[in-house]
């Protein structure tokens, strides 16, 4: 089974501080994919990738960055979080031209 | 811009009742449909897709059917159980392939 791994299922942060959201997948998988989903808004596209090095803005990049130095490896950045990046975050993975996303269990991140 | 628009819940049922949850699309070409359920405390995970028109996708005896004219993929189940209180969403892939657009998610209860 593919397994999709968020390092922290909940987090407490401070207003300004740096945090890092790591998210590994071991099915060998190009594309990676970071979602935040909160209540009525569903699921919104934060950033992608297809490739190591590679990342794409999603529909809500701003306040986020992202890396992929590994192909097994997605991590999000919040440089300064702030408290309306409180919410849930979502790693995804899939095969290159696949509309079947696999998810981890997510990361629920309050920002104080 | 694609879009994909759900009904809003709760939808609160009792166990063997008949379900359906509303999903209408826009989008340009023939993207491919989704709905992916996620379950308390859960990531989410892909309970049936449609790749093109007239297409019925099916599994734990939920089914949705791609309609491109009425632009909707409507999942239903004829008697629900229990155990199928989650939150439902609705998602269709874009030109890519592989980046996908996601509804608001419908949260399902059901009472013994």
């Known amino acids: 089974d593919v397994k999709v791994t968020q390092s922290s299922r909940y987090l407490v942060k401070r207003t300004g501080e740096k945090v890092f959201l790591e998210c590994v997948q071991d099915?060998?998988?190009?594309?990676m994919f970071w979602y935040r989903q909160d209540p009525g808004l569903g699921l919104r596209l934060i950033y992608f990738?297809?490739?190591?090095?590679?990342?794409e803005k999603g529909d809500i990049p701003e306040g986020y960055s992202v890396s992929r130095e590994k192909k097994e490896r997605f991590s999000l950045i919040l440089e300064s979080a702030s408290t309306n990046q409180t919410s849930m975050y979502l790693c995804?993975?899939?095969?290159?031209?696949?509309?079947?996303?696999?998810f981890g269990e997510g990361s629920r991140l309050t920002v104080l | 811009g694609n879009s994909v628009t759900q009904m809003e819940g709760p939808v609160t049922l009792s166990e063997e009742a008949f379900l359906t949850i509303n999903c209408t699309y826009t989008?340009?070409?023939?993207?491919?449909l989704f709905w992916y359920v996620q379950y308390p405390g859960e990531g989410l995970q892909l309970l049936l897709k449609?790749?093109?028109?007239?297409d019925k996708g099916s599994n734990k005896g939920f089914e949705a059917t791609y309609r491109k004219e009425t632009t909707s993929f409507h999942l239903e189940k004829g008697s629900v159980q229990v155990s199928d209180s989650a939150v439902y969403f609705c998602?269709?892939?874009?030109?890519?392939?592989?980046?996908?657009?996601f509804g608001g998610g419908t949260r399902v209860l059901v009472k013994p």
């Open positions: 995804a993975s899939s095969l290159l031209v696949s509309g079947e996303l696999f």
């Open positions: 099915m060998d998988h190009e594309n």
């Open positions: 990738s297809y490739d190591v090095k590679m990342k």
């Open positions: 989008a340009t070409g023939y993207p491919s």
């Open positions: 449609a790749t093109k028109a007239d």
């Open positions: 998602a269709l892939s874009g030109a890519a392939g592989n980046k996908l657009t």
